[in-house]
């Protein structure tokens, strides 16, 4: 048997190499408590997937990794913001990079429906242990409650870009630029680009004046998330005229209305307008000015092909709205809550539509994810 001298000279070893791991300044003698390496605060007793952290930067982590938005994290400075027991909760992109390097491990978080389908796999086996018919990929498919169809349908009804027809709330003047477009591949005035954004923003707003989550906020909160975030809604919404695998008719069906673009389609076609068949409108059609900037065409092209359906953008669209970093909000938690239920609706549509090959289902939220910094990055660009 193994003695007590014997373990507890064990364990002095153990203490000493973790010791010569930290910085001089963190290193502790026997007794004291150990630091986390993210915060500083007291680190919990045993390692949290992989790093020495303390319960509060472990419940960041497994929570960051859950819903995806660790892709999504964005740093306004250097990336390098001092992050202490005070201002850990200002840069949430800082404190995730401090958890990575303190040795934390993405792949050991288990997402809420793998810990859901776990424990109901050991009660399975429990209740009857010669089934095993249904495998592991198989129980790892969220699914899709009655519930969740019937909130992702009142989303995708109160998306204006899925109203038919458009045109009530577009200048004269703005149509006919468009249809030049079209027919000869001209660009739009200033002008045009200033009436194309006022009302892709109207759009935007009467959108999210829809979304019942956003009404269940106070007022100071509906004010601080609509005046910092809708112009990275309307980023959104304008990116996504630009996907880069549709031509023209799809192009403008979001802004014009479906049956005003076969209307226009077949007008244009009688006029005996060539190239239509092929015809894709390009960023630098619309915005000829902005085009210039080296990275902004290729992030609006990149943002604007993502989404597949309008499930999709419609969830993306409010998992961008309801963002809650870096605003002065007094329901934090409760705005946090509500974005992870749009990034949970996303994630389940994308799982169960790739459910033949869940790594792309898995693999497409991530890109989904990352899209919310590439909307922030065009916006900045933007503006400068």
């Excluded at 990079?97 to 796999?121: N, P």
């Excluded at 089934?131 to 899709?144: G, H, K, R, V, Y």
């Excluded at 092909?305 to 969830?315: C, H, I, P, R, Y």
Aim: hydrophobic share 35%.
């Amino acid at each position: 048997s193994i003695s007590k001298e014997s373990m507890n000279r064990t364990d002095n070893i153990r203490t000493t190499a973790s010791n010569n791991n930290l910085p001089p300044h963190m290193k502790t003698t026997s007794g004291e408590p150990r630091p986390c390496l993210v915060c500083g605060e007291k680190a919990g007793k045993h390692s949290y997937y992989g790093g020495q952290v303390c319960p509060s930067c472990r419940a960041f982590f497994r929570r960051s990794v859950q819903s995806g938005y660790n892709a999504s994290y964005f740093c306004p400075k250097d990336k390098n913001c001092k992050i202490n027991l005070k201002t850990r909760k200002s840069c949430q992109f800082c404190r995730y990079k401090l958890c990575e390097a303190a040795g934390m491990k993405t792949a050991w978080v288990l997402t809420e429906d793998e810990r859901r389908q776990k424990s109901e796999g050991r009660n399975k086996r429990k209740i009857s242990p010669c089934s095993n018919n249904i495998n592991e990929e198989t129980l790892a498919i969220p699914c899709i409650s009655t519930s969740d169809l019937a909130t992702i349908g009142r989303c995708v009804k109160a998306n204006s870009a899925c109203d038919p027809t458009q045109l009530r709330d577009m200048d004269i003047s703005l149509i006919r630029q468009i249809i030049r477009m079209v027919a000869f591949r001209a660009s739009l005035t200033s002008e045009g680009q200033q009436q194309l954004q006022m009302v892709l923003l109207a759009r935007c707003s009467r959108f999210a004046s829809r979304i019942a989550e956003l009404e269940e906020l106070t007022q100071a909160d509906r004010e601080e998330i609509l005046g910092h975030n809708m112009g990275y809604l309307v980023v959104f919404a304008t990116c996504c005229m630009f996907d880069k695998n549709i031509t023209w008719t799809k192009q403008l069906s979001p802004l014009l209305g479906v049956k005003e673009v076969e209307k226009l389609d077949a007008k244009l076609r009688s006029l005996t307008v060539t190239g239509l068949d092929s015809l894709h409108l390009t960023f630098d059609m619309f915005f000829p000015a902005q085009h210039q900037e080296n990275t902004v065409g290729h992030l609006v092209v990149r943002v604007g092909s993502w989404a597949e359906d309008e499930v999709e953008q419609t969830l993306l669209s409010l998992v961008i709205l309801f963002c809650p970093d870096m605003l002065d909000l007094t329901q934090r938690r409760k705005v946090e809550n509500i974005q992870l239920k749009f990034a949970t609706l996303l994630q389940k549509h994308l799982t169960n539509k790739h459910r033949d090959d869940p790594d792309v289902g898995r693999s497409r939220f991530t890109s989904g994810m990352l899209l919310l910094s590439k909307c922030k990055e065009i916006s900045l660009v933007s503006v400068h």
